[in-house]
Nanobody
Framework: LQLVESGGGLVQPGASLRLSCAAS????????IGWFRQAPGKEREGVSC????????VYADFVKGRFAISKDNAKNTVYLQMNSLKPEDTAVFYC????????????????????WGKGTQVTVSS
């Protein structure tokens, strides 16, 4: 499985961005995909994930109501729509394959994710 992120950039507070995670590989549609981010000097943290089987999603508390994850099976792509961006959202955003607990994808610990992309930089600044 190969994952490639895109869509990052420099935006002002309150703006929106849509990140894309394009998957390729023989079984790319089998994997649950998660988004993580890492700000300078901070540990990598889970943002959101989506089940490949049923589309159920999980969000970190700090993005609930602002971010939305979705997937386009025909394009083998997972999106992260980010609205109402804040300066504290500034980070490199990564996508990765994640596991499940009781049938729901999990993002609680990046150590359990695999097939990491190289990331896309998101900077929120006025």
């Amino acid at each position: 499985l190969q994952l490639v992120e895109s869509g990052g950039g420099l935006v002002q507070p309150g703006a929106s961005l849509r990140l894309s995670c394009a998957a390729s590989g023989a079984t790319s549609d089998y994997y649950n995909i998660g988004w993580f981010r890492q700000a300078p000097g901070k540990e990598r943290e889970g943002v959101s994930c989506i089940n490949s089987s049923d589309g159920r999603a999980v969000y970190a508390d700090f993005v609930k109501g602002r971010f939305a994850i979705s997937k386009d099976n025909a394009k083998n792509t997972v999106y992260l729509q980010m609205n109402s961006l804040k300066p504290e959202d500034t980070a490199v955003f990564y996508c990765a394959a994640v596991g499940t607990v009781q049938g729901l994808c999990v993002i609680r610990d990046p150590i359990y994710a695999d097939y990491w992309g190289k990331g896309t930089q998101v900077t929120v600044s006025s």
